[in-house]
């Protein structure tokens, strides 16, 4: 029987990026060195197999996704990430797995250069906890409060994919392989938009990640900010594979309604605009204006002719029925 200490060497014990982990792994608690003049942002999320991902889910899109789904809450905060830990929670230690899972996770983490700091393993059903820890300067994160009136709403990447992908994984769908793998890796291996929070800093007034579908997450932003809003759902960005497989009327409940895309909404005000559009200019991942902020407190889709979109669920609800 391999110990815990073998498996936490062996698995999760890495070479550091970074000169701020004073102490990492080993020892009882991490010891960290933030820089004096930024904030410390931190966010925690669980994945919890049968819930976030089936069982069966290839171990290291399972790596990946639970660390990109933290990277992808400090992007929305315009934090540059730094540190995480790691609690998980294993049915047996499957060395085979446990290899799968830490590569997943750590290509991601070497991406950003991000250092996993500590952790807890234990017995029980297959989940896992991490926590990412990042910086921004004094004051300046980005936060859900902050739209205007007037202010452009914008997302970056696609909508929907993930969803797509996600009916495909539960029952079969009329998808070609090329579309199919496309919208799989979009569910299993977000990418967070790290970059795009970055430079949103002293850009954006408002900003979010969708991870409950994007009618879900505009709403709280226009909560947080007391304001409303009008989108075009002409002008919601949709990937081939989405145009292809919903050719002239896009299934809109679903498209806005299902979660996981791990993509930036984020509100700009007019006259920043232009400022935004130069900044953006040669980004690999495209930014698109969706609406406009108002100061009537709803959330309005408007289809072509005017015809406005009522949506009966607004994404994800874990106690929900
Ligand atoms: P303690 O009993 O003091 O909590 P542990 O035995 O849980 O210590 O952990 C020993 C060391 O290994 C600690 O530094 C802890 O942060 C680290 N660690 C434990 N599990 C993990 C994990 N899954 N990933 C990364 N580090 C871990
Ligand atoms: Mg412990």
Not at 99 to 117: I, K, Q, T, Y
Not at 131 to 158: E, H, N, W
Not at 222 to 229: D, H, I, K, P, Q
Not at 291 to 315: E, V, Y
């Amino acid at each position: 029987m391999t110990s815990e200490f073998e498996l936490i060497a062996r698995f999760f014990q890495k070479k550091s990026h970074r000169s701020d982990v004073v102490l990492g792994i080993g020892d009882d608690a991490a010891m960290l060195a933030p820089p004096p003049d930024m904030d410390v942002i931190v966010t925690v999320d669980t994945l919890v197999a049968g819930i976030h991902f089936p069982p069966e889910t290839d171990p290291e899109s399972i790596g990946h996704k639970a660390l990109a789904v933290n990277l992808s809450d400090l992007a929305a905060m315009g934090a540059k990430p730094a540190w995480f830990t790691l609690s998980l929670t294993l049915p047996h230690a499957d060395n085979q797995w446990l290899s799968r899972f830490s590569h997943g996770m750590f290509s991601l983490a070497d991406r950003f250069e991000v250092d996993l700091v500590g952790g807890d393993m234990t017995h029980g059903a297959l989940s896992m906890t991490i926590q990412a820890m990042g910086f921004t300067p004094k004051s300046k994160a980005l936060r859900r409060q902050g739209a205007r009136p007037g202010d452009a709403i914008y997302v970056t990447g696609c909508i929907g994919d993930a969803g797509l992908g996600l009916a495909a994984v539960k029952s079969p769908v009329r998808l070609d392989p090329a579309s199919l793998e496309y919208c799989l890796s979009r569910l299993n291996r977000p990418m967070p938009r790290v970059e795009i929070g970055l430079m949103l800093l002293n850009l954006a007034s408002s900003a979010i990640d969708v991870s409950d579908g994007l009618a879900a997450d505009l709403g709280h932003i226009l909560t947080a900010s007391g304001v409303g809003a009008d989108v075009q759902l002409s002008s919601i960005p949709l990937s081939k594979a989405l145009r292809d497989f919903y050719g002239e009327q896009p299934d809109w409940q679903t498209i806005l309604g299902s979660g996981d895309d791990y993509e930036l909404v984020f509100t700009v005000s007019e006259y920043q605009v232009e400022k935004l559009h130069r900044a953006f200019e040669n980004q690999e991942v495209a930014i698109t204006r969706i609406g406009s902020i108002h100061k009537n407190k709803d959330l309005r889709f408007k289809g072509n002719k005017g015809a406005r979109l009522l949506l009966q669920h607004a994404g994800y609800n874990h106690f929900g029925h």
